[in-house]
């Protein structure tokens, strides 16, 4: 979907690495190469050129070429500048049928807090071009990540597509008998938090900007909480009874190039809910 993703924007994906993660890393590699190229790691501006492949000679100078070979082991400075093509793993080398198809669930968590504690959010979608979500009330980005915050993502770049269930839905009514809650309990919540995306992000940006936050409800039962970054990383929660979202098992999911099944099944759940929602 969309532009092809450079392989070092990929990997530092994968890696779940902040800008301050990634600088810590380098730190390490080029102390280890020569002490003098400590403090050599790109600025904050650069750092975010590099991921979108704005270099003036196509590549970094040689220093941080070296630094950048060993970081990423078994990947050329010029391959990471280029588009991102997985390389092929043993699993991935087996015939079809064989191997591990499910290759993409890449951590299962009791709660979401529990992976959040691990990964923090605003490491998977700092350097994100695309965040897709769909859900209840979308707590995990209204009322935990600041407004401030993804406005200046979306400043930067980042485009949201936020699927919020209609507060005045009839599944928002079988949502608030599973959970056990009177009736409007749930839909008051997710009334203050598309009051919030609408008001406090969606029309605080620059005119030109505001078509870059996309916002849905759907009247359709709930299953899933899926939150997609890019086209590389899932963060998937099921909805059960008797457990509000945040209480529910989260299973993280990193697309692979082959052998992985998962992050394209929820892709598709996603899309589908995408095109028959109702548009705000």
Known sequence: ????????????????????????EWEKVAKGIDRRLSGSHPGHAQFYRWLKGDLRSGKPRTDSCRVLEIMFPGWTVDEL?????????????QPPGQGNRHLDLTGVYM????LLSEVPLYEMIETASLV???GLSLNLFI???????????????????????????DAMKVREREEGYDIRFLAGLTEINLRIA????????????????EIGVSNETLRFNITLIDDTTGVIQPYLPQARGVDSPTFLVERRAHGG??????????TSLWDRATPL
């Open 143 to 169: 009322q935990h990540y600041p407004d401030a915050q993804i406005r200046r993502l979306i400043e930067s770049g980042t485009r949201f597509q936020l699927l919020f269930l209609d507060p005045g839905s």
């Open 132 to 134: 897709r979500t769909s």
């Open 111 to 114: 709660s979401r807090s529990q």
């Open 261 to 270: 099944e998962l992050f394209h099944t929820y892709e598709q759940i996603f």
């Open 1 to 24: 979907m969309g532009e092809e993703v450079l392989t070092i924007k990929t990997l530092i994906q994968q890696r779940h690495l902040s800008y301050a993660g990634f600088c810590q």
């Open 198 to 213: 609408q008001e406090r992000v969606r029309s605080l940006l620059e005119a030109d900007k505001r078509d870059r936050v």
């Open 81 to 93: 500048f280029a588009p991102y093509r997985e390389k092929a793993s043993d699993d991935q080398q």
